[in-house]
T-cell receptor, first 115, second 114 residues
């Protein structure tokens, strides 16, 4: 079975550019989470969706960050404009049951470097 | 519910020895806990979970112990192998109120020496 699929795996961009990260959750999973990982702050939850509806976006650092989930099989995380401090690994994860904590299945991550 | 931490940031063990990774949590309402393993360049992978109505749960070479009195969680790895070298995270949830959210600790780096 295919796991959570993220793209791109690596992105290097210049400050001020728009960055779009993409995620395809596991088919049949009803919750989707976006995390950011840095050495300094560890794994931070940015936003999560239950049944395609954003539940908690309090972790989104600034208005420069936005996330969408137009359907059950696709989500995007957009940073516009990007800044060097946004450099991190961004993980997408999905969970089978919406609203109930359980095993999160993580993608391989998107490593973002903003110069 | 967001204060999940680890006693030791790094742990080095010799191959074949047993490893114990500890985790403290602060939310007494947390009733579900998970351990994840993250290898370099990869996403976290599920190892084992435990609900608060249990004190101990065993998997293949791994055991999770939960002490609710002192809000402490540990992961024991038997006969540690080089392939166990990774960062290990504990995560907690109060399933009654957090709508599916897991709170992650900072992680412990386990290094296994041959």
């Amino acid at each position: 079975d295919a796991g959570v699929i993220q793209s791109p795996r690596h992105e290097v961009t210049e400050m001020g550019q728009e960055v779009t990260l993409r995620c395809k959750p596991i088919s049949g999973h009803n919750s989707l989470f976006w995390y950011r990982q840095t050495m300094m702050r560890g794994l931070e939850l940015l936003i999560y969706f239950n049944n395609n509806v954003p539940i908690d976006d309090s972790g989104m650092p600034e208005d420069r960050f936005s996330a969408k989930m137009p359907n059950a099989s696709f989500s995007t995380l957009k940073i516009q404009p990007s800044e060097p401090r946004d450099s991190a690994v961004y993980f997408c994860a999905s969970n089978r049951r919406a609203g109930v904590a359980g095993e999160l299945f993580f993608g391989e991550g998107s490593r973002l470097t903003v110069l | 519910g967001e204060s999940v931490g680890l006693h030791l940031p790094t742990l080095s063990v010799q191959e074949g020895d047993n490893s114990i990774i500890n985790c403290a949590y602060s939310n007494s309402a947390s009733d579900y806990f998970i351990w994840y393993k993250q290898e370099s360049g990869k996403g976290p992978q599920f190892i084992i979970d435990i609900r608060s109505n249990m004190d101990k749960r065993q998997g293949q070479r791994v055991t999770v112990l939960l002490n609710k009195t002192v809000k402490h969680l540990s992961l024991q790895i038997a006969a540690t192998q080089p392939g166990d070298s990774a960062v290990y995270f504990c995560a907690e949830s109060d399933r009654g109120s957090t709508l599916g959210r897991l709170y992650f600790g900072r992680g412990t780096q386990l290094t296994v020496w041959p």
